[in-house]
């Protein structure tokens, strides 16, 4: 899908989780750089700022990098960062006691404006380096223990540098509520992110279990319908055969009834399959309607058709399953509605869902039946109604929104039935032989 938005709207919803949870902790590397990077010209002398300057700048690209690779390691794609974690770690220590010496020791006196620019580089040095520490493990205690590590060493470092203990244990309890609000944000997102992929391959499993329950109803049918038939086949037929051999007159009514059970069984098959490919059009309505609700897509159906004939049930059960399908796979719909109404001795429904940009072009014979994405599945709808002399068209209209319709004729009612002729006399001396069983000896 083209577009300015077509690369978000052709991601899956994991792969926009995703996308989202790690353009999240590099907006935090922004977020590091703007609220303390900067502030450091307007408020420290410009030799000492563009010491701190690039001591924060290379922390904040230092923790966005370790974000994306301890995502990957999340997700099974790379290996756990342990290098980066540890050069993490270490740079958060040494970018945290350079500002704390910003604040002022009893060596290097410091204005009130460069006390509280160097505590909260301090304080957010250390909240932004333990949320991405976060990310490299999978123990809640470990997360705990390096956010309470984290407040014990910001408290420890400020008494050697002369900081006085009221203001030492400020620090030390924003570090703590600073930290751990980060640490609790990559601890979420992380469970946020399995819960999706997990939900998603549920939903997967699902589907293929669903597809194989009705494999095994079709195996199960087709095993009742011919299982006993073919037993009773082999039966006679191997009685047949022996007499036969004998010279018995009787095989030929025992080859009489291997024909006539033959062609019941080729009738109960027809009945199995007809069945198993048809489709109930108030069925598949009532399953579109609930299935798109469940995917938080609201979905309204009007209009009825009481008494259509089973055929045009059929082909339109089939096109609002596939135009509920193509509505859950394309686009990014937040509305939906099926229309079904008969007028002048034709059937149409109607699927409407939003979602689709208005620059999307119609696809080359997207009114034929292809719809977006190249797929096939509404080209062979298009063969289904050709046989009721029907016609299908999808394609996006104006408003971004995406119309399939399809027509279907209804058929002439049946007329009187013509009366029957005569049968025939039969001829006595005629006697009747079975049609294969002439064949044969021909």
């Avoid at 059009?281 to 299935?291: K, T």
Wanted: with cysteine; proline share 7%.
């Amino acid at each position: 899908m083209s577009g300015p938005g077509g690369w978000w709207r052709g991601k899956s919803t994991p792969a926009k989780v995703e996308t989202y949870t790690r353009w999240s902790f590099h907006f935090f590397a922004l977020i590091e750089l703007t609220s303390i990077g900067l502030p450091l010209f307007a408020n420290v002398p410009s030799t000492l700022s563009w010491w701190l300057f690039p001591l924060v700048c290379g922390h904040a690209v230092l923790c966005a990098v370790t974000a994306s690779r301890a995502l990957d390691w999340v997700r099974g794609t790379r290996d756990r960062p342990g290098r980066l974690l540890t050069a993490l770690a270490a740079t958060t220590a040494l970018v945290a006691v350079a500002a704390l010496t910003l604040s002022g020791t009893d060596w290097r006196p410091a204005t009130d404006a460069e006390v509280r620019l160097g505590a909260s580089v301090f304080v957010g040095v250390i909240a932004f380096g333990t949320g991405t520490l976060a990310l490299g493990t999978r123990d809640r205690r470990r997360m705990t223990h390096g956010v309470l590590g984290a407040t014990v060493g910001a408290g420890a470092a400020s008494f050697p540098l002369g900081v006085p203990g009221p203001a030492a244990l400020v620090t030390a309890g924003t570090v703590l509520l600073t930290a751990g609000f980060l640490t609790f944000t990559a601890a979420f997102s992380v469970w946020l992110l399995d819960a999706v992929y997990e939900l998603d391959a549920a939903r997967e499993t699902r589907a293929r279990l669903a597809v194989a329950e009705e494999r095994l109803r079709f195996g199960r049918d087709l095993h009742d319908v011919m299982g006993r038939n073919l037993a009773v086949i082999a039966l006679k037929s191997e009685l047949a055969v022996q007499l036969a051999r004998r010279g018995r007159p009787e095989a030929v009514d025992q080859m009489t009834e291997v024909q006539r059970m033959a062609r019941e069984s080729q009738r109960e098959v027809r009945e199995v399959v007809r069945g198993y490919r048809e489709a109930d059009l108030a069925v598949e309505l009532a399953g579109a309607q609930g299935v798109l609700k469940a995917a938080g897509i609201a979905c309204e159906v009007t209009g009825s058709a009481p008494g259509l004939p089973a055929q045009v049930q059929s082909a339109l059960g089939w096109v609002v399953r596939e135009a509920t399908t193509n509505v859950l796979r394309h686009g990014d719909a937040r509305w939906c509605g099926v229309s079904l109404r008969v007028t002048d001795g034709r059937v149409t429904l109607t699927v409407e869902n939003d979602g689709v940009p208005d620059a999307v072009p119609s696809a080359p014979g997207a009114g034929e039946g292809t719809g977006p994405g190249g797929g096939s599945g509404l080209a062979g709808l298009r063969e289904r109604l050709t046989g009721l002399d029907g016609t299908l068209r999808a394609g996006p209209v104006e408003g971004g929104t995406f119309r399939l319709t399809a027509e279907v004729p209804m058929p002439d009612p049946p007329g009187p039935n013509p009366p029957a002729p005569d049968p025939p006399v039969p001829d006595p001396s005629a006697v009747p032989v079975p049609r294969r069983v002439n064949e044969v000896g021909s």
